[in-house]
């Protein structure tokens, strides 16, 4: 459900054609050493794509190495899988045994697109990773959690240039040639040369490691979402993609965090089918644990046996239900940077299958980082930002059917719903800031609501399938800095705020010149001051679908405010009623 109306528009504004991709990682190794073999690349990746509840929209594969386990250089047997399948792949070079190595990686890469099926195998490329958290392994936690051999980022870096140049004059030129990492090294400044020359970022991050901190399957998703954020937030504008995350449903206890089917559903429908699915490219880790032993702790999403019935509800159905429990963006980060290396903790995930070094690659644990980072914090952008979007005649909030009127600064307006959260309500998923003065920047996921002369936030929210034949409205709730408890705001100027629901949903890569269009202006007060609530239009609810408002500021109005919906609630909402 939400997948199919996340559709849209994928403007990027770094000229690279971009669309989500979901799916899962596959080792080249089973846990007994032995490699994997086309047979068994071939029936996951028909597996996955057959996974109940998931509408099959799990068509891609991340893979960590293109030699066959057992081999010096032979190509992998996940190419010809992927080309007999019809399954996207984000290729993996494995780049922590030396540059040896890294000669075989490429030798089997370029072996196989010269080759008759290569064309195919090009057609289906997402991106090539140079290495797989080779920076988290020579860090202090990989270290101390015996991770193994990693690369330092200046091999990393040669390594990238290596592959772009191999892939030049083979059937996959141009494509994307990036690197992945834990989230703790790609905030790490000491690694900045890797990004700049990646194409893309790709992010490995796991709560259920971070057993330094409150970890319950509760704090989930907002540790998650504060790694994602702070990766989004170092990555200079570069697309970050998720390429491992999951909750274990068996093993061990890690701090406070507990494997569990129950609990590995509530992060999938949090952090999955509520911030990812459909608007990050997603590697989900994954699909069938390390074969034939069951590893601890285990993260499979159908076990240990291949099967396309999962251990627990891939539907998303959950999500809408759980997502109004999810704490929009608090209390990891309140208010902003610091918190974000006190929510350090680094983890990470060694899949087990995961190197090229069939003899090395048989422990399955996915080990820890953790602990902190001393990194800077790197949170997001929000310089400054826009307006955009005038248009035309006001009315439709939420579906074509409505109508209403203008915000009143009274918390009810006459056919809407309250604008306090005490009943049903809604939270935005992403939250956006363009900036008219860099407008090929993409301003990313961003915990605050930011509005001036040059900056404008757009909102996305899922209407959940249950809000059918419901009321919802478009709230905003600004209380005085004295009733916040968790959140803080700056303000200065005067002036009110203008909203736009737009054709349909920005996406992290959005920047001012690839805002979309306006489907219809609602208006907004006139003069926004602390100690009001909102009610910017209502209408029936656009159930089962994503929508999503361009806020601007109008007059000279300049406010930054951290979105959180605890006690005193900051922001953004919809209500329903
Ligand atoms: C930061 O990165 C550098 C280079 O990869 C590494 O040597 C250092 O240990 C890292 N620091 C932390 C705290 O992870
Ligand atoms: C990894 O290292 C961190 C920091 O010392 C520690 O908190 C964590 O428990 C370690 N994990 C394992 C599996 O040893
Ligand atoms: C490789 O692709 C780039 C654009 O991505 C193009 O400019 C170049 O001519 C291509 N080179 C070859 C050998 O096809
Ligand atoms: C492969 O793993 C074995 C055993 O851990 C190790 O001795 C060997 O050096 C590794 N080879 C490479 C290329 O990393
Ligand atoms: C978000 O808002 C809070 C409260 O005004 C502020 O402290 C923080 O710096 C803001 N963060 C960003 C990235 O603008």
């Known amino acids: 459900m939400l997948s199919s109306t996340f559709v849209a528009v994928f403007a990027a504004c770094f000229s690279t054609a971009y669309s989500q991709y979901q799916g899962f990682n ?67 070079l494995w780049a922590s045994a030396g540059q040896e190595n890294i000669n075989n990686e490429i030798a089997a890469l370029t072996t196989f697109l010269d080759g008759s099926s290569g064309a195919g195998l090009a057609k289906l490329i997402v991106g090539i990773s140079v290495g797989s958290e080779d920076l988290y392994r020579i860090s202090p936690t990989g270290i101390i959690n015996n991770s193994g051999a990693g690369a330092s980022p200046d091999d ?60 319950p399957i509760g704090d989930g998703y907002s540790l998650f979402d504060a790694a994602f954020e702070a990766t989004v937030g170092a990555a200079d504008g570069k697309p970050v993609w998720v ?74 159905s959950g999500a809408s239900t759980s997502a109004s429990s999810i704490p929009a963006a608090q209390a990891t980060a309140t208010a902003g940077a610091a918190s974000i290396n006190a929510a350090g903790a680094g983890n990470e995930g060694t899949p087990s299958t995961a190197g090229e070094n069939a003899s090395s690659a048989a422990s399955s644990t996915a080990e820890t980082a953790s602990s902190s980072v001393s990194s800077p914090a790197a949170v ?3 310089a400054a930002v826009t307006t955009s979007s005038a248009a035309s005649a006001p009315t439709t909030l939420i579906t074509k059917t409505s109508v209403l009127p203008a915000a009143s600064a009274s918390g009810v307006s006459a056919s809407g719903c309250p604008a306090s959260l005490s009943g049903t309500h809604e939270f935005p998923h992403l939250i956006v800031p363009v900036d008219k003065d860099s407008p090929t920047t993409a301003g990313g996921n961003s915990y605050n609501g930011t509005f001036s002369s040059t900056v404008s936030s757009i909102f996305n929210f899922d209407v959940p399938e249950s809000d059918s034949g419901k009321t919802c409205s478009l709230v905003f ?47 907004g007060p006139i003069s926004v001051t602390p100690g009001n609530e909102y009610v910017i239009a209502s209408g029936s609810c656009a159930a089962g679908q994503a929508v999503s408002y361009e806020v601007s500021a109008t007059g000279s109005l300049a406010l930054n405010y951290f979105q959180d919906s605890s006690a005193a609630a900051i922001g953004f909402y919809i209500t329903v009623c």
Request: proline fraction near 4%.
């Open 26 to 92: 596959y080792g080249s190794t089973n846990t007994d050493s032995s490699p994997v073999t086309l047979e068994q690349f071939t029936s996951d990746f028909t597996t996955a794509k057959a996974l109940a509840g998931t509408n099959d929209a799990f068509t891609s594969a991340r893979l960590y190495t293109c030699i066959q386990a057992g081999t010096t250089n032979t190509p992998s047997d996940a190419f010809q899988a992927a080309v007999n399948t019809d399954t996207s792949v984000l290729l993996g």
């Open 156 to 215: 990393i870096t040669n390594y990238i240039g290596q592959v772009k140049t191999a892939i030049v004059n083979t059937v996959a030129n141009g494509s994307l040639v990036g690197h992945v990492d834990t989230w703790t090294a790609w905030v790490n400044g000491s690694n900045d040369a890797v990004i700049t020359n990646s194409d893309f970022i790709g992010m490995d991050a796991y709560p259920y490691f971070q057993d330094t901190m409150t970890n």
């Open 477 to 523: 709730l600004l209380p005085t800095q004295g009733e916040l408890i968790s959140s803080a705001f700056s303000l200065s100027g005067s002036g009110g705020l203008n909203v736009a629901q737009l054709k349909s949903s920005a996406t992290e890569q959005t920047c001012y010149s690839t805002v979309p269009a306006v489907e219809s202006n609602l208006g």
């Open 380 to 382: 997001v952008v929000v």
């Open 243 to 316: 390429t491992e995350t999951g909750w274990p449903v068996s093993g061990a206890t890690s701090g406070d965090a507990v494997p569990s089917t129950a609990n590995a559903q509530t992060y999938w429908d949090q952090v999955g089918c509520g911030l990812l699915f459909g608007k990050t490219n997603t590697w989900w880790y994954t699909l069938q644990d390390a074969y034939p032993t069951t590893p601890n702790p285990s993260f499979g999403v159908v076990g240990t046996t291949l099967s396309d019935t999962p251990l627990y509800d891939l539907s998303c």
